[in-house]
């Protein structure tokens, strides 16, 4: 240590292997002695810890025998929710109870606890765990669930886990049982109340004929549905007089068009006459397109885009424009030729040609169809103008009659809709609770779903609790590292130099020798022979306590 420098301020040195095997060395004792109490403890513990074997049973869930397409089930739980009810049933305090007492269970516990924390004890031991399996023929997932106990005694576990598994089943018929009849009788006096609505409908329309015999509404019905039929026929004819008028204005304007032709036929013509005549064809046709267009706009007043008077419209308008089209792309082309033939068109401006003869006979042949066909539109319209004229004088007749019809009429037909509508309500009513019987009955015969027992309580042959190996490990283990946490604490409290490397760490002197601690032989011997009497002492005491332990265990086993 250096002059003037203060040793409680003086800095450890690193330590190395060889220190850390002198620190072991001179507190062997102080780790020892920890680990061999904590072993002790723990080998009495773990055996003074009495055995917990676990019962198991699992049952697995039957599928309805009736598919669900021909019985529909009164039961609206899924198979989880309904276990976990019955699993709060049986571990109510009554049935706990109950079965404590049967079997005289937690004898100890009894003694010293209340009677609530003995059934809580015995609820936290029972175990519901569910299961689910895929079975990949029928490609649906088998549900089950596992029912274990939890006791000291294995044979009273299984008998515990048996009975649970037959109240379970039990709980399960009954539960589902009870709530289809409770169902069944809900929907029937649902039933009754329907039907005692349509009765009392059907009285209010007895009385109500009675009190107005021979003047009753029912022919209003016929009537009305003669008027309908009427206003439908006139709608028709109204249509049929409007196709026939299209018809008649497009054939007028295909007639006029030929007229022209015709007109144009019959005399020569030069080249600036035939574009006359193209340039008087395409207002022709621009007045027909408007003429169609304007008819149209007044179809589409009365009729819907899908009337097929509608369709044909725009049909023969579309024809009418791409006609107009044509002609001004003709036109244009002609137009563009007119530079280029125009010493051409000079040099033949005397010349004029006439349309040949077979020409003018067809345009006049197709004039003379147009016009007999224009004549039979119009002798259409006028037999169609005269069924129309008859039809509304048959109407006025018919809505005559039933504006003399008597006063009334409103609440005889106020009581015919709530006639049909008990009626529905009442047949509806009538399908569910038949539906709903049937149900019961498939309850009834145990065909529905139901809990079958696929393995029975096990025999435990090993106890699920305390393992033993684990905890004498982990108390060793324990004790090994309280061991050490005071032997370092005792070398850090120690502030000695043990050896040359402490005194030339901290003197920074040079070391010249070294003499050993020179102590009594016989003080040696001594302290030898108490050190070894004292672990030999406790090291006796650890086995018998752990013999005893391990005995005491056994005989209680057996």
């Not at 020892?32 to 109490?37: F, H, K, R, S």
Request: proline fraction near 4%; glycine fraction near 4%.
């Amino acid at each position: 240590m250096l002059p003037g420098q203060d040793i409680l301020n003086v800095p450890r040195r690193t330590l190395d292997v060889e220190d850390y095997i002198d620190i072991l060395r001179r507190h062997k004792g102080w780790i020892i002695g920890p680990t061999l109490a904590c072993l002790v403890a723990g080998v009495v513990g773990a055996f003074l810890w009495p055995d917990t074997y676990r019962s198991s049973a699992m049952i697995r869930v039957i599928p309805p025998q009736v598919p669900d397409r021909y019985v529909l089930t009164n039961i609206n739980q899924d198979i989880a929710n309904r276990v976990n009810s019955i699993y709060q049933s049986i571990t109510s305090r009554a049935t706990l109870t109950n079965i404590i007492n049967l079997y005289q269970l937690y004898p100890r516990d009894r003694k010293r606890l209340p009677m609530e924390d003995v059934i809580e004890q015995m609820r936290k031991d029972v175990r519901v765990n569910f299961v689910s399996s895929q079975r990949q023929s029928a490609g649906s997932a088998l549900q089950a669930f596992e029912i274990s106990y939890s006791y000291e005694n294995r044979h009273l576990a299984q008998k515990i886990v048996t009975d649970l598994v037959t109240r379970f089943i039990d709980e399960n018929i009954r539960s589902r049982a009870s709530q289809s009849v409770q169902t069944t009788d809900f929907l029937k006096d649902q039933w009754e109340q329907r039907k005692r609505d349509l009765d009392t409908v059907e009285k209010k329309i007895t009385q109500f004929r009675i009190a107005n015999q021979g003047r009753l509404p029912e022919e209003r019905g016929q009537l009305q549905s003669a008027v309908s039929s009427i206003e439908g026929r006139i709608g028709n004819l109204n249509s049929q007089i409007s196709r026939s008028n299209q018809d008649k204005l497009l054939l007028e304007s295909r007639l006029n068009i030929l007229k022209d032709q015709l007109k144009l036929a019959s005399v020569p013509e030069t080249s600036q006459r035939a574009e006359a005549a193209k340039s008087e064809r395409l207002a022709l046709l621009d007045r027909d397109i408007q003429n169609a267009e304007t008819r149209l706009e007044a179809m589409r007043e009365n009729y819907r885009d899908t009337h097929p008077d509608i369709k044909r419209m725009i049909s023969t308008i579309s024809v009418l424009k791409r006609t107009r089209d044509n002609l001004r792309a003709q036109e244009e082309q002609q137009a563009a030729a007119a530079a280029k033939a125009s010493e051409q068109q000079q040099q033949d401006q005397t010349q004029t040609t006439r349309r040949p003869s077979r020409e003018t006979r067809t345009l006049e042949a197709e004039i003379q169809t147009l016009q007999t066909v224009i004549e039979a539109r119009s002798m259409e319209i006028d037999n169609y103008s005269k069924e129309m004229q008859g039809a509304e004088r048959n109407l006025r007749v018919y809505q005559g009659k039933l504006e003399g019809m008597p006063t009334g009429i409103a609440e005889y037909e106020e009581l015919l809709r709530e006639r049909a509508l008990a009626q529905t309500k009442y047949e509806e009513m009538n399908l569910k609770m038949s539906q709903s019987q049937s149900a019961t009955d498939l309850e009834n015969r145990k065909q529905g779903e139901t809990l079958e027992l696929l393995d029975p309580a096990s025999l435990p042959m090993t106890p699920a609790q305390p393992n033993r190996p684990m905890i004498i490990a982990a108390s060793a283990g324990l004790g090994f590292l309280l061991g050490l946490v005071i032997a370092g604490a005792r070398e850090m409290k120690d502030t000695t130099l043990k050896n040359l490397k402490d005194v030339r760490a901290y003197t920074h002197l040079m070391v010249l020798g070294s003499v050993p601690i020179l102590e009594n032989d016989l003080v040696i011997r001594r302290r030898r022979r108490m050190a070894w009497l004292a672990w030999t002492t406790a090291s006796l005491a650890g086995i018998v306590i752990v013999a005893g332990s391990i005995v005491f265990y056994y005989a209680n086993k057996a």
